[in-house]
């Protein structure tokens, strides 16, 4: 962790002094506690704004049932059912 100085307006350290007593915690703990859910906040919005997402979908693959969820057992089965089993009676 790094130590960090900062100047709170007097309400937001009266809050920040009630909330950490009501929750049983530090006013530090609490305010890493808030600064994480307001940077994932952030990211998630900034994620969810990214032009690329506007793609997803546009696209269709052919119908052969194939789909992201079936995907490894059907590549699987195929890889095992090309396998060459030695035969027990092959001369």
Known sequence: MK???IILE???HEWL???AARTDTSISALLRQLLTESIERRQAQD???DPLWG???LGEGPRDGITSENLDRVIYTIQ???QSLPRVAEP
């Open 47 to 49: 994620i969810a704004d």
């Open 55 to 57: 793609i997803i979908g």
């Open 10 to 12: 007097t309400w937001q």
């Open 3 to 5: 130590r960090a100085q």
């Open 80 to 82: 095992w059912e090309r």
């Open 17 to 19: 002094a009630q909330e």
